[in-house]
């Protein structure tokens, strides 16, 4: 079964930074895109940012220069460092993960969520 599971969530200042973390387990991810959503309250969930097993990741556009993504192949794990937060960034930021190499296509599997709340 697989379980993708976030952590790192909380409240910041504007301006501040948050590193969130998502363990993913119950199979090998070779292979596999790893990617970052959120959702706003009243909005739609939104890609943020994805990363192939190998290669280039992808930026939305309002995040790009202040959020990097990464992942440790090893440990099946990726990671988002959000740096100079804005309010507007507040959400519940959820890791989600898809096969292939294709990081705007379909999910298939998704964590529960970890909320960020960016005070102005």
């Known amino acids: 079964q697989v379980q993708l599971v976030e952590s790192g969530g909380g409240l910041v200042q504007a301006g501040g930074s948050l590193r969130l973390s998502c363990a993913a387990s119950?199979?090998?991810?070779?292979?596999?895109?790893l990617g970052w959503f959120r959702q706003a309250p009243g909005k739609e969930r939104e890609f943020v940012a994805a990363?192939?097993?190998?290669?280039?990741?992808r930026y939305a556009d309002s995040v790009k220069g202040r959020f990097t993504i990464s992942r440790d192949n090893a440990k099946n794990t990726v990671a988002l460092q959000m740096n100079s937060l804005k309010p507007e960034d507040t959400a519940v930021y959820y890791c989600?993960?898809?096969?292939?190499?294709?990081?705007?296509?379909?999910?298939?599997?998704w964590g529960q969520g970890t909320q960020v709340t960016v005070s102005s």
């Open positions: 989600a993960a898809r096969w292939g190499a294709d990081l705007m296509g379909k999910y298939d599997y």
């Open positions: 990363i192939p097993w190998s290669g280039s990741s």
């Open positions: 119950g199979r090998t991810f070779s292979n596999y895109a």
